[in-house]
Structure formats: C-alpha cells, structure tokens
C-alpha cells in the first residue's frame, strides 16, 4: 500500500505541475511532494500494510535502503531547487517566471517529479518486468530535464542518453524474456516465485538472461565501457538533476542487477556472476582514473568519479563477503557526497558562469569562501579520507581482498585509487587556491542569500561523515540481512 501511495502521490504531482500557472504554487508542490515521499518513506521502516497489488509492488529490507536515500536526495533537491529556480527564471525572463501551461519551468517541475515517481517504482517493484519498465521510464521521464537550459550542447547531451540507455534497456528486455523462457513461466515474473523456483531454472538461459539484464543494466548505471552517456548527461544538465542522477538513478539501475544476482545465487551461479562483477568493476575504476588525470570539466570530472564509484560497489558485490556489506556501505557515503558536490558545483557555475576548471580560481579568497569550503570537504569525502562512509565501504571492500588472498586484484585498486586520487586533489586544489578570476558578466547568484544552496550539501556532507563514524544497529541488521541472503 505504501509503494503504491509513493508512487501515485508523485505522479499525479507531476501531472498537475504541468498545468500549474502559479510559479510560487508549483515550488511548493514540489517541496510538499518531497515532505510527504520522505515522511512515508520513513514510515514505512515500521508501518508496511499490505493492499492494492502488494504482491507486485512493495518493500523489502533492501529496496528499503534505496528508497530512503532516494527519498533524502530528493528532498535535499528540492529545497536546493526552490532558489536555483528562481535564479533562472529571473535570469532568462526577467520576471517572477513564465505563466503559461507547459512553461520551461513546469515541464521541469512536472518531469522531475514524475522522474521521482519512476525511481520508486524500480525500487518497489516485486516483478522483474515491471521493474525494467520503471528503469525503462525513468529515462523518458529524465531526459527533458537534461534539456533544461535549451543549448546545443545540452540538446546533444540528452539525444546521447535517450539512445544509449534504450539501446541497453532494449538488451535488458531481451534479458527479461530469456529469464521467463529459464523458468518457463511458471513464476510470473515474481521476485519471490523465482527465488523459491530457483533449483528448477534451466541454468543455460538463466546465464544468458544474466548476461543481458548486466549488460542492459550496467549501461543504465554507468559502467565501463558501457558509460559514455554519463560525462555528457551529468555536466549539461542542472545541478540539481546532476545530484539525482548520479546519488539516485544509478543506484536503481544497480538495484536491478542486485535483482538477477539473487536469483543466480539462488540458483548456484554465484561464482559466474561474481567474476563477471570483479572484472567489470575493475575496468570502471582503472577508466575512471585515466579519464579524470586529464579532465578539463568539473562536473564532467564528477562524472567520471561517479564511474570509479559504480565500479567499486560492483566490485564489492563480486569479491562478496564482508565486501558486500562494503558496497552498500559505499553506496550510501556515495549518494550523499556526490549529491552535495553536485549542488556546489551548482553554486560555482552560477558564479563563474563556466565549467572550464581553469577558469576558476580563488574560491577560498573571495565571496565564495562558505562554497570554497565545502568543495574541499566534499573532495576529502569523495576521495575516501576518514572519517567518511566511502572510507569504511572501500576499507572493507580491500581487507576482504586480502583475506581472500587476491593481492593482484588488491594492487590494481589501490593504484587506480591513487591516481584518482591525485587527479582529483590538482583539480580541487586549483580551484580553491590562487588569485581570484576578474568576472565581468553579473553574477545571479549570491552566497550569503541562498541558505539552501549552501546548508543542503552541508548536511549531507555532515551525514556522509556521520556513517563514516557510526552506522546505526537498524541499518547494520538490514545490510546483515542482504548479505546473508546472498549466501556469504
């Protein structure tokens, strides 16, 4: 009942946001939306009714966890957008905003919204079917949100990610028809049925199906070489949209390779499925490293750090173990800081209006130094320096390397991470020192006038760190309860 709730709340929201005149009264549907999916989100740890297609749509211990951090995300940017909005629509019209149906502000308002809408219900979705329309949805939902600001390259950008993730979304459909061919149809798709049916399946098509739904997946999540759409979708889009995609969208799209690897281990197939996960893993992070050394882009350069962290939580998934619990561990410091870097990238263009890192100087020396500050906390968070939740998830993703004697595979991390590492730490460190950049254009924005352009990243820098230094025993017993279902 409470997936279902989630889900419909979101959507008709975005519906009506379509034909919202009023600019004051569609920002605060848009907050009112994201108070109500937190608050039910939270409710629903305690308070799970069953109702309307429960058997189809509801919440597990794991979708738990995606679903909360979707839903803080989501909240976070939307308070960040209340302002980012209306710097824009004074920016390019001149006035309050545009009061037309289907403005550029309402169809952004109403598609990220239903793009909310979407997400919960890859989350929610018990049938495997449904959950690849959910994936397959987000895309259409997201894509106009790319196009925001109406340029060429923007324009390019938003073609790039509609093509690559429905290519690899049509291989994930193939995947989903080669699964009901391995269990013949006899579990409707159903998470449960298969898992209980999992003895039975014929094992050749259920690796082929596994082979599509990674590919189809993996695509949609940013893995190398798989990733070419995430560069370009992450720096031409809004911040704020930046922020869902990276901490949000990814994550559903791992959710739905979390899905088959389920039923594979069910199955007896973990170690096929696991070699394929360390291999992959690697190569995203030994990509992500080379790419960032020489990146000229600062959002693009957080793009590709979200590839090194894609890569990281497959690679835990792969070594299994302890390092499972490490991914989930990864995925949640990532989600936070990379969000909360997003937003203040957000800030910095506003600024500077450029993205070009050599453009950029001087952040700690003149009115930015409150956005100065957090750029370097969230490179120290993002980097994995203690305490942070990205230094516990990779601290157990290494120590469960060695334990399993791989040191090969040990080596190869760390070196990559070494190198990111200091890609990252010149770039930050440029920005952030030397003497100021003459601006001649005027500057919309204004840090001490945007509490939540500032605050909002804070406290998700401030609950990354938090993580870092205690896990609280629910979301300990909940990770436990994953891991142990996959057999480790």
């Known amino acids: 009942m409470n997936a279902i709730l989630l889900i419909t709340a979101s959507f008709l929201s975005g519906i009506i946001s379509f034909y919202l005149r009023n600019d004051i009264l569609r920002r605060g549907l848009l907050i009112a939306c994201a108070c109500f999916h937190l608050g039910l989100s939270c409710v629903s740890w305690f308070w799970r009714p069953q109702g309307f297609l429960s058997e189809w749509f509801a ?47 309402a169809v952004f308002s109403g598609c990220l919204l239903i793009f909310l809408s979407m997400m919960t219900m890859v989350i929610a979705s018990q049938q495997l079917a449904l959950l690849w329309v959910g994936v397959e949805a987000t895309t259409l939902a997201s894509a106009p949100l790319i196009y925001f600001h109406r340029t060429r390259r923007s324009l390019e950008a938003m073609w790039k990610y509609l093509l690559i993730c429905s290519v690899g979304i049509a291989i994930a459909l193939l ?10 149809n006899k579990s409707g798709m159903l998470l449960s049925g298969l898992l209980t049916n999992a003895a039975a399946l014929n094992v050749t098509w259920l690796k082929a199906a596994f082979l599509l739904l990674f590919v189809g997946y993996g695509t949609k999540m940013g893995l190398a070489p798989l990733h070419t759409w995430l560069p370009d979708a992450h720096s031409e889009a809004p911040s704020l949209v930046s922020a869902l ?89 990532h989600s936070l800081t990379k969000a909360g870097l997003f937003f203040v990238a957000g800030n910095i263009l506003s600024y500077f209006k450029t993205k ?13 130094r409150q956005t100065g500050i957090l750029w370097i906390a969230g490179f120290l968070l993002i980097t994995g320096m203690p305490p942070s939740a990205i ?92 891991v142990k279902g996959f057999g480790v």
């Open 391 to 482: 230094f516990l998830g990779k601290f157990m993703i290494l120590k469960e390397m060695i334990s399993q004697g791989r040191y090969w595979i040990a080596v190869l991390f760390l070196g990559a991470l070494a190198l990111i590492f200091m890609g990252m730490a010149r770039i930050f460190i440029s920005m952030t020192q030397g003497h100021p950049v003459e601006m001649t254009e005027k500057r919309i924005y204004r840090e001490d006038n945007s509490f939540f352009r500032w605050a909002i990243p804070m406290l998700f820098f401030v609950l990354a760190v938090s993580l870092g230094v205690y896990l609280p025993k629910w979301l300990v017993a909940s990770v436990e309860v994953i």
């Open 356 to 368: 070009n890192i050599s453009d950029v100087r001087g952040l700690l020396n003149q009115g930015t």
């Open 175 to 184: 995947g989903i028809l080669f699964l009901a061919v391995a269990d013949n």
């Open 245 to 333: 995609l990276s901490g949000a969208l990814l994550n559903c799209a791992f959710l739905g390779i979390i899905r088959i690897y389920q039923i594979c281990v069910a199955a007896g197939l973990r170690d096929f499925c696991q070699e394929i996960f360390v291999f992959f893993g690697l190569l995203s992070v030994a990509l992500a490293a080379v790419f960032i050394l020489r990146q000229r882009d600062y959002k693009r350069m957080l793009a590709y750090s979200s590839v090194e962290h894609m890569g990281i939580m497959t690679l835990g998934l792969g070594l299994g173990g302890w390092a499972v619990f490490g991914s989930f561990v990864n995925m949640l410091g």
């Open 59 to 105: 919440f597990d211990t794991m979708s738990m966890i995606f679903l909360t951090i979707t839903s803080m995300l989501f909240f976070g940017a939307s308070l960040y957008g209340i302002q980012y909005l209306a710097d824009e629509g004074r920016r390019n019209q001149g006035t309050v905003g545009d009061k037309r149906f289907f403005s550029r502000e």
